[in-house]
């Protein structure tokens, strides 16, 4: 029998509905087990598996549903978050999304300390934060918002300066800038509203985030087989960087075993040479979907 959905359980999330984050974030709602159609047509859409309806917003207005209670939860970059000043909880850091909210100048231009922005003027699509910053350095600015193509503007002669966001800094560089400091790392960060939740709601929280603690630890971690003379065993176990000891399973010929646990992914290629100078053989790695503590 299917469970009706209303308002004292079913969890609404907001998600942005096209953008750098998209792709990724439903990615990782796929990967937690949680079915769903049609985003790409739909701005709400409800799930089929799990007691969840998506809302699907543009990034500088998910902080604000989810402060006002609209949403449970939301997906967003901590740019956005702290940008808007939001009273919500942040639940997790989801390793995705990362960029920074830095200060570019002219590339041959004067500006390079931040006591060189006295006075000066400072285009950004991030006031909030871009005002923060200069003030609690004692530095008066004049800020300009722009919405899109900040970039540009020290060309037309609209600002001095940019407060922008950036990845790879291609863009900067194509534009004759040159990034001089940074005032915020971000990443997407899984927020909850400060509103009370319901009981029923409160536990779908929780299961929601033993789902996305699981998906990420497996993204960070491979699943490792190994042959290895059983001799070996004890250097072998000294070698892995285990989360806890590894399995052991005797093999046909007497004296060898197979090894298989796993690892952080970053440390494997570190110790993959040791582990073939203690003896491990025909080491395997493998993904892992999924894994719950």
Not at 108 to 134: H, R, W
Request: charged residues 25%; contains cysteine.
């Amino acid at each position: 029998m299917n469970r009706t959905k209303d308002s004292s359980t079913s969890l609404r999330i907001a998600i942005q509905k096209s953008g750098r984050l998209t792709d990724k974030t439903i990615d990782l709602l796929h990967g937690i087990g949680i079915e769903f159609d049609n985003y790409k047509r739909n701005l709400m859409v409800k799930t089929r598996n799990f007691d969840v309806e998506l809302l699907l917003l543009r990034d500088d207005d998910i902080p604000e549903y989810v402060q006002d209670g609209i949403c449970d939860l939301g997906f967003v970059g901590a740019n956005e978050v702290f940008e808007k000043d939001a009273d919500v909880t942040v639940l997790r850091g989801l390793n995705y999304g990362r960029c920074r909210l830095s200060i570019a100048a002219p590339e041959n231009g004067s500006l390079q300390n931040v006591s060189d922005f006295e006075g000066k003027t400072i285009a950004t699509s991030y006031p909030f934060l871009t005002n923060k910053y200069f003030k609690e350095h004692g530095v008066n600015v004049n800020l300009v918002e722009i919405s899109g193509a900040v970039e540009i503007t020290p060309q037309l002669k609209v600002a001095d300066a940019i407060s922008d966001l950036v990845s790879t800094g291609g863009t900067l560089i194509a534009n004759g800038l040159k990034e001089l400091f940074s005032i915020l790392d971000s990443e997407t960060k899984l927020i909850k509203t400060n509103k009370e939740l319901s009981p029923g709601k409160q536990k779908l929280v929780e299961k929601f985030l033993v789902r996305i603690d699981g998906y990420q630890q497996a993204k960070k971690s491979r699943y490792i087989m190994m042959n290895a003379p059983a001799s070996k065993i004890d250097r072998i176990k000294e070698i892995i960087p285990s989360m806890k000891s590894p399995t052991i399973v005797p093999l046909a010929e007497s004296d060898m075993v197979a090894i298989h646990t796993v690892i952080p992914y970053d440390k494997f290629w570190l110790v993959m040479e040791e582990l073939k100078s203690a003896g491990a053989s025909d080491i395997v790695m493998l993904p892992i979907e999924s894994m719950i503590f």
